[in-house]
């Protein structure tokens, strides 16, 4: 896929397509990569022993201190106020991590495997395909549960996704700006036939509500399928050597004894079952994907590995802050964390556009 884009991967600050990882060392064989691998894990652990992370899981804490117990409800002087915070407090809390830290974390996976910065699960039309398939499960199954809910969604969010990579295998994009463009414009026409489907059955008003994105309905009981992510998550963790190798092109990957195809089967994969599951839970969360990678990225560089602890932890940020932003900004109302993700993240991508223009 090097050949499709002009953008260096994260992995290849030069451009140059041909170094390897950082924090690695350039297998002459596929003997070499078990080696890699344990001087890249050796890496992360002395990375995360510093001041810096332990000071960024008592931010990380604090917020969540604070999502526990910001809200209109008063939870202290009301009598059933222990029992709320149970139901709805807690819940509401756990999945604003999960999503968040599993989203960033999907986003540097899919910038890694393109070798394009710009692309996510929302500039790639993943998101809207999950909706397709959550709307085709509303429609053809109107009784089904969550599973059923999120198993078309999380097909649909695959399909989508392979034909998206399967594009950029085929096409020629002389800027790495044009790639997510395309990505949103395929992502527009499924969200137009996922609309004019959903005017023709009536479903346009359930739809809307689906794609809010919002953790207030997030309650106990909804968001155990958010469980699922957790495996996502230490997937990503266990395979990132390979998706490092992965990222400098089919040809590199080939040459050191990985299975290149199987690699970006199974990124793709864990990309849908993140997003389906989050869509049909939460709803649509756009952005997040995006611009913590690339925030990560700009002050920590672009050693995979140890910046995926750092990666998660940033999300957790975004997601909850933007939470309570949305719980406090008109309260005793609340504005949809998906429009606050909206409003920040297309700042933050025209920002990172003229940044690429500014140095390319």
């Not at 692309?119 to 039309?125: E, K, L, N």
């Not at 949809?336 to 993240?345: K, M």
Request: hydrophobic letters at 55%.
């Amino acid at each position: 896929m090097s050949s499709t884009l002009d953008s260096p991967p994260p992995s290849d600050p030069a451009g140059t397509g041909t170094t390897a990882p950082v924090g690695t060392t350039p297998p002459a064989g596929g003997t070499a990569l078990p080696e890699t691998a344990n001087h890249a894990r050796n890496r992360t652990r002395r990375s995360l022993l510093t001041w810096q992370f332990g000071l960024a899981i008592v931010f990380t804490l604090g917020l969540l201190v604070a999502s526990l117990f910001v809200g209109v409800y008063d939870v202290w002087n009301n009598p059933d106020g222990w029992e709320m915070f149970l139901i709805t407090r807690v819940p509401r809390t756990i999945a604003l991590v999960l999503a968040g830290a599993t989203l960033a974390m999907c986003g540097l996976v899919m910038q890694l495997l393109t070798q394009n910065r710009f692309v996510s699960p929302s500039t790639a039309g993943t998101t809207e395909w999950a909706g397709l398939g959550l709307l085709l499960a509303m429609i053809l199954f109107p009784h089904g549960n969550l599973m059923v809910k999120m198993t078309l969604a999380i097909i649909a969010s695959f399909i989508g996704t392979v034909i998206f990579f399967a594009f950029l295998q085929r096409v020629r994009l002389r800027s790495s700006v044009i790639v997510p463009i395309v990505g949103m414009m395929m992502g527009a026409i499924v969200g137009a036939l996922s609309s004019f489907i959903a005017l023709s059955t009536d479903m346009l008003q359930n739809v809307g509500i689906w794609f809010a994105g919002s953790f207030t309905s997030v309650v106990e009981g909804q968001w155990e399928p958010l469980l699922v992510t957790i495996l996502v998550v230490v997937a990503v963790f266990v395979t990132a050597d390979r998706f490092t190798v992965a990222g400098l092109g089919e040809e590199i990957a080939t040459n050191v004894g990985l299975n290149y195809r199987s690699v970006m089967y199974l990124g793709t994969g864990l990309i849908a079952i993140a997003t389906g599951v989050i869509t049909v839970v939460v709803g649509n969360l756009p952005f997040i994907g995006l611009i913590v990678p690339n925030i990560v990225s700009m002050i920590r560089g672009d050693d995979l590995r140890s910046n995926l602890p750092w990666v998660a932890l940033a999300g957790i940020w975004i997601v909850a802050v933007c939470d309570l932003i949305g719980r406090t900004i008109i309260m005793p109302f609340e504005v949809p964390v998906s429009l606050i993700l909206g409003v920040v993240g297309s700042v933050v991508f025209v920002i990172l556009i003229l940044r690429t223009r500014r140095h390319g």
